[in-house]
């Protein structure tokens, strides 16, 4: 532990020297208990924070807010920019979430808006103290349920970094990741527990070039969720479960949608998730195109669909009826390999009014150990490729035919076959 401590500060020395030699200017520190902060747990920071951030964000070198060691009760703040310089939050301790009623509903607890150059970092944490409240969240069965709020909201960030902090028990989203560019996120971890309503632990929409690395996700609701506009997203080394996966979508639902383009994810574990790849459209929906996504070198340990395409998503039954305007195509599944806790582990599910194109399946190697027999999956209006390794497949691109799919897995090989075809 004394070590660990130890570590901790002198690696944050460093990466904070690092940060400092890079930046324009003079670097200055405003740490909070100058600005009237007290921490009991119990006295409301945040305009302590406020004031802390106001002078940092003034200063035209680097200015740090310095959240030492120690718990502090923080009411719904809003960290606004434009900065003159760089603005660091370096949080070394635990940051509480407010549960007074008044207080849960705010759109966002901690937000950070319009601000270039962020960085949050210090191995701190923020708890939203979400279990006290998860009870109120009835938005799985009232469509104008109130939302509760999300942890941590970014927009309008660019060039920003955020490393080595903690989410515990959001009341619902972790982190929002709206209208930003150029973001990197790694080394957080983020947790609440597997029935834990919402609790996305990345959500994102509308942003380009996000990096998400060697990061522990471990959460209720989705470990990452890439929305409407997200492009050039790329994760890597992430570890989610329990949770809903990586999911793209759904999408389909709005006007004016943006499309998700370009989506890296890579050399990702899940474990004990509901799902692990996911891409989600609505059955009867809008137009929009889900492009050039990759997975690839992904560890699946216990999921119950380890690779699943549903472009009839409805998680509220009744649903209206129809087929899905969103267009998926260019996806390459390479390198899946593990266990499948239902024996469908392949699921690709397209729409028939605009088929999947280009799905590119190889070396998939999924094991279903439960009753029933091997793992096998499931196929609707699909078009593309399946093959490597021990994988047997059969590819067929007939001129408006689409050919429809029908997977069945062995313990430790995939067969494709076709089982019947369509004339479009
Ligand atoms: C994010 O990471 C990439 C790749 O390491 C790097 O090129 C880029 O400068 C980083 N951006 C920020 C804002 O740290
Ligand atoms: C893959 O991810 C794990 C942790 O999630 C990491 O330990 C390992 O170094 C990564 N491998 C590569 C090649 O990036």
């Known amino acids: 532990m004394g070590l660990q401590v130890t570590f901790t500060r002198i690696f944050l020395l460093i990466i904070l020297f690092v940060w400092i030699r890079d930046a324009q200017g003079q670097v200055k520190v405003f740490n909070v208990m100058s600005y009237g902060a007290v921490a009991n747990g119990r006295f409301d920071n945040s305009k302590a924070l406020g004031r802390a951030w106001n002078e940092a964000c003034r200063w035209k070198g680097t200015g740090v807010v310095r959240i030492p060691r120690g718990t502090y009760m923080v009411h719904p703040v809003k960290f606004q920019g434009p900065c003159s310089g760089r603005t660091i939050f370096l949080n070394q301790g635990v940051v509480l979430a407010p549960t007074d009623p008044a207080l849960i509903h705010a759109d966002n607890w901690i937000a950070f808006q319009e601000i270039d150059g962020l960085r949050v970092s210090g191995g701190g944490s923020f708890h939203g103290q979400g279990e006290k409240v998860w009870h109120l969240n009835d938005c799985h069965k009232n469509d104008n349920c109130k939302l509760l709020s999300t942890s941590l909201s970014f927009k309008h960030v660019t060039n920003g970094k955020i490393d080595h902090i903690t989410s515990i028990n959001s009341k619902m989203f972790h982190f929002n990741i709206y209208d930003n560019q150029k973001i990197n996120i790694s080394r957080v971890t983020i947790s609440a527990p597997a029935e834990s309503p919402n609790t996305d632990g990345i959500h994102i929409g509308r942003s380009n070039d996000i990096r998400i690395t060697r990061s522990v996700i471990r959460t209720g609701d989705d470990c990452i969720s890439l929305k409407q506009g997200s492009r050039g ?192």
């Open 233 to 424: 997203i790329y994760i890597r080394n992430v570890q989610c479960g329990p949770g809903h996966g990586i999911s793209v979508g759904s999408l389909g639902n709005q006007e004016e949608e943006e499309e998700v383009r370009g989506l890296t994810v890579r050399n990702c574990t899940f474990r004990g998730s509901d799902n692990g790849l996911r891409i989600k459209t609505w059955a009867a929906s809008t137009s929009n195109i889900a492009s050039d996504l990759t997975f690839k070198d992904i560890v699946v340990e216990n999921v119950r669909n380890p690779i699943i395409v549903d472009q009839q998503y409805c998680p509220h039954p009744p649903c209206d009826e129809g087929e899905s305007k969103v267009q998926i195509k260019n996806v390459k599944f390479r390198n899946i390999r593990g266990t499948s806790s239902t024996k469908v582990a392949v699921s690709l599910i397209c729409s028939r009014r605009i088929p999947c194109s280009n799905i590119d399946l190889h070396n998939i190697d999924l094991v279903y150990d439960g009753q029933g027999g091997p793992a096998t999956s499931s196929c609707r209006h699909v078009n593309g490729v399946a093959s490597g390794g021990e994988v047997v497949g059969v590819v067929k691109h007939l001129p408006r035919v689409y050919v429809l799919y029908e997977y069945v897995l062995n313990r430790r090989s995939l067969h494709a076959r076709t089982t019947s075809a369509q004339i479009h």
